[in-house]
């Protein structure tokens, strides 16, 4: 943590309630985000952290798509795709929206975030509070209106209303996925949130196979009516609290489906905190542990992305090495500050050579 971010982080967000402090943080990214002017010189004063850009060292082949660097923001920090544009500007290599339902939703009563200052983490049961599915669309849709905003590479994380029974769970994810595949570079679709009633039972094989095979239909239909048949890639979101015998059979499911990967891990129930899921360094053990399991399991086709835990850019380079393709953080965003990512992306870049994991340019 710098300095200067260091005495706002304890004189002003560590005094203020959790949410709110996300709020406002959240609303000063999208603002300066939509403001090219704005833009312009927060890009000038990150350029001692940002790395080469498109294509330069460091940078990342997946999907058929060049990722400007392997770390980029996690879903659950931007749910409805308001501020993408802004994020990037900060040095995310890449920004996953959501988690997005098919219907507007308020989440859980307040209030449902914790700061856990003594293990730098954060425990949460937002409950997938968002403003539905078509409202996210629309937004990447004016997003993908211009050449910067095509540049960008999003994913989208989808999740299910918490008012739809588990029996057309398949039906309601399709709905999300049908409005968002036009707009996204990819997809993922979230069972291992614990905030959703019933909601990581949908990771046992069984609930789990119609619910993909329902997206991948339903998005596969949508991108040939909207953009003239581009496939978008499909994921699945894991849990770290899954034993390893259930991680194997999600990994040979995704093989069977042939799914694009695998985004390890979402926060853990393991703890005794209270309710909600924790996240931050307390993740990075078991995360990595899943990600080494999957790419055993899964081979060298398939996509990884590994989150859960990341701080600087050794934690990056140690999901490499386990078999990451892209890494995803969230929570030291709010330990570390604004520049976090890109001094993670930087470092990145100027030892890319040593952080190689055979996809990287």
């Given at each position: 943590?710098?300095?200067?971010?260091?005495?706002?982080?304890?004189?002003?967000?560590?005094?203020?309630?959790?949410?709110?402090?996300?709020?406002?943080?959240?609303g000063l990214i999208e603002r300066f985000g939509g403001i090219p002017v704005v833009r312009d010189v927060v890009q000038g004063a990150l350029a001692p952290y940002l790395g080469?850009?498109?294509?330069?060292?460091?940078?990342?082949?997946?999907?058929?798509?060049?990722?400007?660097?392997?770390?980029?923001?996690?879903?659950?920090?931007?749910?409805?795709?308001?501020?993408?544009?802004?994020?990037?500007?900060?040095?995310?290599?890449?920004?996953?929206?959501?988690?997005?339902?098919?219907?507007?939703?308020?989440?859980?009563?307040?209030?449902?975030?914790?700061?856990?200052?003594?293990?730098?983490?954060?425990?949460?049961?937002?409950?997938?509070?968002?403003?539905?599915?078509?409202?996210?669309?629309?937004?990447?849709?004016?997003?993908?209106?211009?050449?910067?905003?095509?540049?960008?590479?999003?994913?989208?994380?989808?999740?299910?209303?918490?008012?739809?029974?588990?029996?057309?769970?398949?039906?309601?994810?399709?709905?999300?996925?049908?409005?968002?595949?036009?707009?996204?570079?990819?997809?993922?679709?979230?069972?291992?949130?614990?905030?959703?009633?019933?909601?990581?039972?949908?990771?046992?094989?069984?609930?789990?196979?119609?619910?993909?095979?329902?997206?991948?239909?339903?998005?596969?239909?949508?991108?040939?009516?909207?953009?003239?048949?581009?496939?978008?890639?499909?994921?699945?979101?894991?849990?770290?609290?899954?034993?390893?015998?259930?991680?194997?059979?999600?990994?040979?499911?995704?093989?069977?489906?042939?799914?694009?990967?695998?985004?390890?891990?979402?926060?853990?129930i393991g703890h005794d905190r209270g309710e909600g899921g924790l996240s931050g360094p307390v993740l990075r053990a078991r995360g990595l542990q899943v990600v080494s399991r999957l790419r055993a399991r899964l081979g060298e086709g398939a996509v990884i992305i590994g989150v859960g835990g990341i701080t600087t850019a050794d934690d990056v380079r140690a999901?490499?090495?386990?078999?990451?393709?892209?890494?995803?953080?969230?929570?030291?965003?709010?330990?570390?500050?604004?520049?976090?990512?890109?001094?993670?992306?930087?470092?990145?870049?100027?030892?890319?050579?040593?952080?190689?994991?055979?996809?990287?340019?």
């Amino acid at each position: 943590m710098s300095l200067p971010y260091s005495l706002l982080f304890n004189t002003v967000f560590k005094r203020m309630d959790p949410e709110q402090a996300h709020e406002l943080a959240f609303g000063l990214i999208e603002r300066f985000g939509g403001i090219p002017v704005v833009r312009d010189v927060v890009q000038g004063a990150l350029a001692p952290y940002l790395g080469a850009g498109i294509g330069g060292h460091g940078s990342v082949r997946v999907f058929g798509r060049i990722v400007p660097a392997p770390f980029g923001l996690a879903g659950g920090f931007d749910k409805n795709a308001r501020a993408v544009r802004g994020l990037t500007v900060l040095g995310f290599g890449f920004v996953e929206i959501g988690t997005v339902t098919a219907h507007a939703q308020p989440g859980n009563e307040k209030p449902r975030m914790w700061r856990e200052l003594d293990v730098r983490g954060v425990r949460n049961r937002m409950g997938f509070n968002n403003e539905g599915a078509a409202a996210a669309a629309q937004r990447l849709r004016t997003l993908r209106s211009t050449a910067a905003g095509r540049a960008i590479i999003v994913g989208a994380n989808i999740g299910k209303t918490k008012a739809t029974p588990a029996e057309d769970a398949p039906a309601d994810y399709a709905a999300s996925a049908r409005l968002l595949a036009p707009w996204a570079d990819y997809l993922v679709v979230n069972v291992s949130s614990p905030n959703t009633p019933g909601l990581r039972d949908l990771q046992a094989t069984s609930s789990l196979r119609p619910i993909l095979e329902a997206v991948r239909a339903a998005a596969d239909d949508a991108t040939m009516t909207a953009v003239g048949g581009r496939r978008t890639p499909l994921l699945v979101k894991i849990a770290p609290d899954l034993a390893d015998d259930d991680v194997d059979e999600v990994a040979d499911l995704a093989l069977e489906l042939g799914l694009d990967g695998v985004v390890a891990v979402n926060t853990t129930i393991g703890h005794d905190r209270g309710e909600g899921g924790l996240s931050g360094p307390v993740l990075r053990a078991r995360g990595l542990q899943v990600v080494s399991r999957l790419r055993a399991r899964l081979g060298e086709g398939a996509v990884i992305i590994g989150v859960g835990g990341i701080t600087t850019a050794d934690d990056v380079r140690a999901y490499l090495r386990a078999g990451a393709d892209l890494t995803q953080g969230y929570t030291s965003f709010i330990y570390e500050g604004p520049f976090w990512a890109a001094r993670i992306n930087r470092a990145l870049t100027r030892s890319a050579g040593s952080a190689a994991s055979g996809r990287h340019e």
